[in-house]
Each structure stands twice: as C-alpha cells, then as structure tokens.
C-alpha cells in the first residue's frame, strides 16, 4: 500500500518544491482507476536518466482519505530494480513521487497545487542522493503488517538482508 498523493508535506506543510496536495486537488483520478509504476521518474539509481525507461508495475487506486490518495501497488518482479525496491521496502526506506503531465498542471502562488494529472507513480529506494519532493509518500509494507497484528515473515526480512550485503 502506497501513499502517493500525500496531503500537506513534511517541510512546513509544503515539499522540497515549495509545493502541496490537499482534498481538492483535482489529479484526474478516481478509485480504481490504474497507472503505471515508474522506476525513480525513469532515472537510474545514479541520477543519471535510464536510457530505457520502463514500466515496472501497475498502481490502482484504492481511496482518498485524509493523508491523501493511496495506492495498491503490484511490482513485476523480473523487472530491473524489483529487488531494490522490495528490499527498501522491508527496511522502510521506499519512497513514492507522482509524475504529472507538466502543460495541464495549475497552481495557486503559495504552491497549492490545484490541477495535476496524475500520469504515472514513481517508487524509488531512498538513499545516496535519491529523495522524493515529499517525505510523507511512503510504501507502507511494515504497517500493513502491523495493522493487521502480523510479524514481517523471516523470509522478507532474510531477502532484504542478502540484497543489502550484496
């Protein structure tokens, strides 16, 4: 479960782009409706852009609520930095960013943003320079686990071990 369209930010209320979401925010969305899942806005883990960008999972909408738009997110797992997504998912260092469609984008001077198509959900691995313009879009893979009163099984938490060591 993804917050991807947080409400509010975590600099003042704002993201590192001086930025925010609220209720009213029309991203052109409603529950149900599905996009793709985009590797760090088609970057490579360097920050250098991915010379072929690509779909590496599919993002449904779920609700909206009152920390902002959530996301059930299906990762492909013989896509290219699968692993790396799911290990920093386990250790709670993924992140989520919405990519817009940039000409279709309103908003107000103090940065509410009032129109942003949501056109694809990038998760990224935070980390060596790697940040999302909003700390508070999070991969929630512990808390779910959590809410639903269950330890993280050994195995995930094995499989993330291995990855990082490697």
Do not use: C
């Not at 993330?160 to 060591?165: F, K, N, R, V, W």
Request: glycine share 10%; aromatic share 10%.
């Amino acid at each position: 479960e993804v917050l991807g369209v947080p409400f509010g930010g975590h600099l003042g209320g704002k993201d590192a782009q001086g930025e925010y979401f609220t209720e009213n925010t029309d991203i052109m969305l409603k529950e149900g409706d599905k996009r793709p899942v985009i590797y760090y806005h088609g970057f490579l883990p360097s920050g250098e852009p991915d010379p072929n960008p690509q779909v590496i999972g599919e993002a449904t909408a779920i609700r909206k609520d009152e920390k902002g738009w959530w996301f059930d997110v299906v990762i492909d797992k013989a896509k290219k930095f699968a692993d790396r997504l799911w290990n920093s998912a386990i250790q709670g260092l993924a992140r989520a960013s919405g990519g817009s469609v940039p000409h279709l984008v309103r908003k107000r001077e103090d940065g509410e943003l009032m129109v942003w198509p949501l056109a694809e959900l990038t998760l990224l691995d935070k980390g060596q320079g790697r940040f999302p313009a909003n700390e508070l879009a999070t991969v929630n893979l512990k808390s779910v686990y959590a809410e639903a009163d269950l330890e993280l099984p050994e195995d995930f938490v094995e499989k993330a071990e291995t990855l990082e060591a490697e």
